[in-house]
């Protein structure tokens, strides 16, 4: 299984752009890698995936080098609502997901 | 609403009783897993289910825990003779066949006193 390894928190502004890098070192060539939002007394909720180069959505933009071992989360112009902690998981249809520690994300006024 | 369902959303017991949560995953998903979470950490993986057959259980999961799910739909969770280190959030989750988008409950809170 793919660990992965995220800072334990960040401190951003309304308004910022917030980059969350996380580290796969070890991640298999068939998984995914998969983006969580969670909020207090909440499931997590997913937010994005990929398996190389930039993915966006409405919500972020993922970007993964070539050789998979980061990723980066990308959160355009953030706001209050976006403070929660942020899970990366390495992926595939088939296994069970395993999160580690996750980012705690403040966002201050 | 047609997401992952769990009930109840909290339930406060004794220590040395047993409790049985209840989750319904999205209709159709074939994939259903059960996670606890304790306030600062990450879901902890419990057990997964593929249809009716439970295919994985965690370590975490001891002899005091068993799940089910017996006509591959709802599923459930019991804990018999709590302890106070049961006290966590149990997170449903479920995941279509041959994708990776899990959809999550909003979790059971356990409370042991």
């Known amino acids: 299984l793919a660990k992965t390894t995220q800072p334990i928190s960040m401190d951003s502004y309304e308004g910022q752009e917030v980059n969350i890098t996380c580290s796969h070192n070890n991640i298999a060539t068939n998984d995914y890698i998969t983006w969580y939002q969670q909020f207090p007394s909440q499931g997590p909720r997913f937010i994005i995936q990929?398996?190389?180069t930039k993915v966006t959505n409405e919500v972020a933009s993922l970007f993964i080098p070539a050789d998979r071992k980061s990723s980066t989360l990308s959160l355009p112009r953030v706001s209050l609502s976006d403070t929660a902690v942020y899970y990366c998981?390495?992926?595939?249809?088939?296994?069970?997901?395993?999160f580690g520690g996750g980012t705690r994300l403040m966002v201050k006024p | 609403d047609t997401g992952v369902s769990q009930n109840p959303r909290h339930k406060i017991t004794k220590r040395g009783q047993n409790v049985t949560f209840r989750c319904d995953p999205i209709?159709?998903?074939?994939?259903l897993y059960w996670y606890r979470q304790t306030l600062g950490q990450g879901p902890e993986f419990l057990t997964y289910?593929?249809?009716?057959?439970?295919?994985?259980k965690s370590r975490l999961l001891s002899d005091r825990f068993s799940a089910e799910r017996p006509k591959g739909s709802f599923s459930t969770l019991e804990i018999q003779r709590t302890e106070q280190g049961d006290s966590a959030m149990y997170l449903c989750?479920?995941?279509?066949?041959?994708?990776?988008?899990?959809?999550f409950g909003q979790g059971t809170r356990l409370t042991v006193v």
């Open positions: 990929g398996y190389k």
């Open positions: 209709s159709e998903h074939n994939r």
């Open positions: 998981l390495g992926t595939n249809a088939g296994n069970m997901l395993t």
């Open positions: 289910f593929q249809n009716e057959a439970q295919l994985e």
């Open positions: 989750a479920s995941i279509s066949e041959g994708n990776t988008e899990a959809f």
